[in-house]
């Protein structure tokens, strides 16, 4: 039985090599049901040629993926593109598979389906299956594009274990978030991480991992601070899931006509090398595909005015493509590569909070270099006479704030919301809510003093929400002063904020306080109400809410 070369194992990240199957080589089989690939390397897979009539399989799918002569693919159901490539757009569901092998080194099945080319491709000698997803339109019967693996769960039972529904006793919500006979709440959403934070998910079991490695997520929405679910461990399934785009917490448009592509990765458990060679998709003749000659850079020389308790990333967008860079700590200085000629947005953030914005254009064959750049825009800057929290895009610094993205707000793990009202000066910021609900914790109280010359002119009180649900938006009142209702901001209409995801458009509301509101003494407290209202009705944590970024008073 033939062994991968030490090269060969390091390059695909296997550390020690899978065997072949017996004397087969790299080879592409057909018959009237399959295509089956074996790649040289331990690894086997056949890919469904014909519609057999099931809700839980169509033509297009990975039928069969044994390792080492092991099943591991879910005999009942498929891989696929959402739930079958049968079903992606409306009264079209025909799906062809094409099969050829290109040269003696690659393997290239081709799934078609209405609007949307999926490839499965294969390389002689590495235990990987290389996958990308080109659509011109989006598929319209689920409105969007995800790939889910589904393995089975007692060959890959290490996944992640906020996504772990097995041992689930309750329905907490809808039909997608439950809660085990402790309390304890699990989802699929709970499985997400910020887009910029992850390169890879997958599973593990004995002495085998099954991974996907993302490519550069430039035909994705959201930005980088986006989340979307990643798994979910069922009891038989270990569902990897490969979001191009996603119905959840979108804050801008889909794009299409991008090549998408990822990276099944077979190893031995441990982490995958992110390192994937696809300079050789230039053979393979794929829909959308764009050499790197024909992509340009941005580079920057550095950020000036950032704040160096936070990071920095520097997005880029428009209705083609998104991409972003990490700036340097020290310096400020980005870079980012292999961008598609055109004019992008470019935004600044601290942590996730935009400070600046203005637009680069980008050639193909060229660096756009961009002079020093001064942020001026940063509200945490501005001078204040108190201010709870941090002007950074994110919660999560408050009251339950670091723990809403892996669990829905009423695991038993969590604080109470309805927490003591907040003493300016005496109160830990982790005592504010990150959350505040029409239902469940409203009318929170912030208590403060002024001195005599802060008494004698009206103020401006900001509050920073990073997302609302269902028209959530705060009316403050300060003693007997009311401020008037404020329009509601615009959000996407999901349920994010019980999801796992904080993230959706940051807004800044802005009240004057007159003179007249304030307390007559120094030692008499000022009392601020937050209350969230909306002309939406919806009851418990699915009502009205916001989610804080920051409440200050501007001096």
Not at 108 to 130: E, N, Q, S
Not at 363 to 379: E, K, M, Q, R, Y
Request: aromatic letters at 10%; hydrophobic letters at 30%.
């Amino acid at each position: 039985m033939k062994l991968l070369s030490t090269t060969q194992s390091l390059i695909c990240g296997l550390g020690i090599a899978f065997a072949s199957s017996a004397n087969a080589g790299f080879s592409l089989k057909t018959d009237s049901n399959f295509y089956t690939v074996d790649t040289n390397a331990g690894v086997v897979f056949s890919i469904r040629r014909t519609d057999n009539n099931s809700s839980t399989q169509s033509a297009g799918d990975i039928a069969s993926l044994k390792i080492n002569g092991k099943e591991f693919q879910n005999q009942s159901r498929g891989s696929q593109i959402n739930a079958g490539f049968d079903w992606l757009y409306k009264n079209t569901s025909d799906v062809n598979v094409s099969a050829s092998k290109i040269g003696s080194d690659y393997i290239k099945i081709t799934v078609k389906a209405g609007k949307l080319t999926h490839y499965y491709m294969a390389r002689k000698g590495y235990p990987d299956i290389y996958m990308a997803t080109y659509f011109t339109s989006e598929p319209d019967v689920h409105n969007h594009v995800r790939y889910i693996l589904r393995m089975k769960r007692d060959q890959l039972p290490d996944g992640p274990v906020p996504s772990d529904i097995s041992k689930t006793k309750s329905t907490v919500e809808a039909k997608d978030i439950f809660s085990l006979s402790n309390g304890e709440t699990r989802s699929k959403h709970y499985s997400n991480q910020r887009l910029k934070d992850w390169k890879y998910i997958g599973a593990k079991g004995n002495n085998v991992g099954i991974w996907v490695v993302r490519d550069d997520m430039e035909g994705s929405s959201g930005g980088p601070f986006y989340r979307s679910l990643l798994n979910q461990g069922t009891e038989n399934d270990q569902e990897i899931t490969y979001i191009i785009n996603y119905a959840q917490a979108q804050t801008e448009s889909y794009r299409s006509g991008i090549l998408n592509h990822y990276t099944l990765v077979v190893n031995q458990g441990q982490a995958p090398s992110t390192d994937i060679d696809t300079s050789w998709f230039s053979k393979m003749g794929l829909s959308g595909y764009v050499a790197d000659s024909k992509r340009g850079r941005v580079s920057g020389v550095g950020i000036n005015n950032r704040n160096t308790d936070y990071d920095y990333t520097v997005g880029f967008s428009n209705s083609k493509a998104q991409y972003w860079a990490d700036a340097n700590v020290a310096s400020g200085y980005f870079s980012k590569d292999h961008m598609l000629p055109g004019t992008y947005d470019m935004t600044i953030y601290k942590n996730e909070l935009a400070v600046d914005k203005r637009q680069v254009k980008v050639t193909a064959g060229n660096t756009t270099v961009l002079n020093t750049i001064s942020v001026d825009n940063d509200p945490g800057n501005d001078g204040v006479i108190w201010r709870i929290g941090k002007w950074d895009g994110s919660p999560q610094e408050f009251l339950n704030g670091s723990k809403l993205t892996t669990m829905h707000p009423s695991d038993v793990r969590l604080s109470d919301w309805d927490a003591s009202n907040f003493i300016v000066g005496s109160s830990r910021t982790n005592s504010f809510p990150a959350y505040i609900w029409k239902d469940v914790n409203n009318g929170h109280v912030i208590y403060f003093r002024l001195n005599k010359s802060q008494r004698e002119k009206a103020h401006t009180l900001r509050i920073g929400i990073t997302d609302a649900l269902s028209g959530g938006r705060p009316r403050i009142s300060v003693n007997n002063w009311s401020s008037k209702i404020p329009a509601a901001s615009e959000q996407p209409e999901t349920r994010s904020l019980t999801t796992g995801s904080y993230r959706g458009n940051n807004t800044t509301f802005e009240y004057t306080i007159p003179a007249s509101a304030w307390k007559t003494s120094d030692s008499e407290w000022n009392s601020l109400v937050v209350n969230v209202v909306s002309g939406m009705t919806s009851s418990g944590y699915l009502s009205p809410a916001v989610s804080v970024d920051a409440i200050d008073l501007l001096k």
